[in-house]
């Protein structure tokens, strides 16, 4: 399963994101159960998250 994770695990508190993979926790907590076409989605916001954050995480 394909996954954003890149084990560096810290949650923002302010925004409530990972600072590795950028998902919410929620999103983090619920991956392995998401259909392939919800972490598609997921995958395809974290590239926005990123451009707004500045942030590094996922692939």
Same mark, same amino acid.
């Given at each position: 399963?394909?996954?954003?994770?890149?084990?560096?695990?810290?949650? &923002?508190?302010?925004?409530?994101?990972?600072?590795?993979? /950028?998902?919410?926790?929620?999103?983090?907590? #619920?991956?392995? !159960?998401?259909? &392939?076409?919800?972490?598609?989605?997921?995958?395809?916001? /974290?590239?926005?998250?990123?451009?707004?954050? #500045?942030?590094? !995480?996922?692939?």
């Amino acid at each position: 399963m394909k996954s954003p994770c890149v084990n560096i695990c810290l949650i &923002d508190p302010e925004t409530g994101i990972c600072t590795g993979c /950028l998902r919410t926790l929620d999103e983090i907590a #619920g991956w392995a !159960g998401y259909s &392939d076409r919800k972490r598609d989605e997921v995958m395809s916001d /974290l590239k926005y998250r990123r451009a707004r954050t #500045g942030g590094t !995480g996922g692939h």
